[in-house]
């Protein structure tokens, strides 16, 4: 995947004071807040950052954690760290590198891949099917 590159005067030209916060200096919305916690519409989730498609609807599920929470994403799209904590793991666009969330496994929910996808809902963009 291409990756998308701007200087931080870009980025601050097309994000919001708290999308540019969140995806390009790692923040975290608070949790219950975000406009996509409880949304379960049919579509794709974007990166809010460059608009390459991360997430299909299907994959999404409630975990109550506060935060949209999906248990896969497609293909190629999401690149995973170790956080500077250790104990997590970063998950980010591949294509800009704008922060996600971080990812969970082996939490017990009834999914395909025992994984969370826990991302800030700041950091993607809904598109309903055309």
């Not at 460059?50 to 994403?73: H, I, M, N, Q, R």
């Amino acid at each position: 995947m291409a990756l998308i590159q701007k200087t931080e005067e870009e980025w601050r030209a097309i994000l919001s004071p708290e999308q540019f916060r969140v995806l390009r200096e790692k923040g975290t919305e608070l949790k219950f807040t975000g406009e996509y916690d409880k949304f379960f519409g049919e579509g794709v989730y974007n990166c809010a950052g460059c608009g390459t498609p991360l997430y299909k609807s299907v994959t999404k599920f409630d975990s109550g954690c506060g935060w949209p929470a999906f248990y896969e994403g497609l293909p190629g799209a999401i690149n995973r760290s170790p956080d500077a904590d250790g104990r997590r793991t970063e998950i980010t666009c591949a294509a800009c590198g704008g922060h996600l969330g971080h990812v969970f496994k082996g939490e017990g929910y009834k999914t395909p891949t025992d994984e969370r996808h826990c991302v800030n809902s700041i950091s993607i963009k809904f598109i309903p099917p055309n």
